[in-house]
Nanobody, 128 residues
Framework: QVQLVESGGGLVQAGGSLRLSCAAS????????MGWFRQAPGKEREFVAS????????YVEDSVKDRFTISRDNAKNTLYLQMNRLKPEDTAVYYC?????????????????????WGQGTQVTVSS
């Protein structure tokens, strides 16, 4: 079992950057495939990025792949999402999640239903 705590959200102007962190207050993140999802007001939760347990395999959704980077530091038990050149449409609550799969599967890693543990979310607001 793992408990996840996101941080790093806030208010930023368009074109700015933020780095979100997701730390495990309990458990070991290296046991899990990790993902970032976001949910904007009035919209469904959507996949943003995922990373395998060792960080060797990563995937970032096409809509943000030229601006967002997912990474992890298992020694620090922390997952990151670096977000550059932010746009107002990036405004959302961002969630990290852990999937207890035995091996990396890209299709599964993009599906919110496959994740076992979720953080409480961190708000990102991008002003125009």
């Amino acid at each position: 079992q793992v408990q996840l705590v996101e941080s790093g959200g806030g208010l930023v102007q368009a074109g700015g950057s933020l780095r979100l962190s997701c730390a495990a207050s309990e458990g070991v993140l290296s046991d899990y495939t990790m993902g970032w999802f976001r949910q904007a007001p009035g919209k469904e939760r959507e996949f943003v990025a995922s990373i395998s347990w060792a960080g060797i395999s990563t995937y970032v959704e096409d809509s943000v792949k030229d601006r967002f980077t997912i990474s992890r530091d298992n020694a620090k038990n922390t997952l990151y999402l670096q977000m550059n050149r932010l746009k107002p449409e990036d405004t959302a609550v961002y969630y990290c999640a852990a999937e207890s799969a035995s091996r990396w599967d890209l299709t599964r890693s993009k599906n919110a239903d496959e994740y076992d543990y979720w953080g409480q979310g961190t708000q990102v607001t991008v002003s125009s």
